[in-house]
Nanobody, 122 residues
């Protein structure tokens, strides 16, 4: 059973930075991609950033390009999301997910963490 544990969420002011971490108990053989999603109250879950395990290549949602950076430490089975220049609209619960396909469709990802809350005040 794959377990994903996120951490690093906090309440910050607009313009500040946060780094989220996601530690995996293991990576299934078929897992190609790790992604960060977020979900604000009353809104759909949206993909923020994804990274291919083998190549390290990353993709970002337009709303976070230039501000967020996803990275991985394979030896530690940990993926990070560095978030700079945070905006109030970035407030949400952030989830990491592992799946066989890369992209921002939640259905691509079989394993999910419990999430960590990020709140950005103006």
């Amino acid at each position: 059973q794959v377990q994903l544990v996120e951490s690093g969420g906090d309440s910050v002011q607009a313009g500040e930075s946060l780094t989220l971490s996601c530690v995996a108990s293991q990576y299934p053989y078929t897992s190609q991609c790790i992604a960060w999603f977020r979900q604000a109250p009353g809104k759909e879950r949206e993909g923020v950033a994804s990274i291919r395990r083998a190549s390290g290549s990353a993709d970002y949602a337009d709303s976070v390009k230039g501000r967020f950076t996803i990275s991985q430490d394979s030896a530690k089975k940990t993926v990070y999301l560095q978030m700079n220049s945070l905006k109030p609209e970035d407030s949400a619960k952030y989830y990491c997910a592992v799946g066989g396909l890369c992209g921002f469709l939640p259905s691509y990802y079989k394993y999910w963490g419990q999430g960590t809350q990020v709140t950005v005040s103006s």
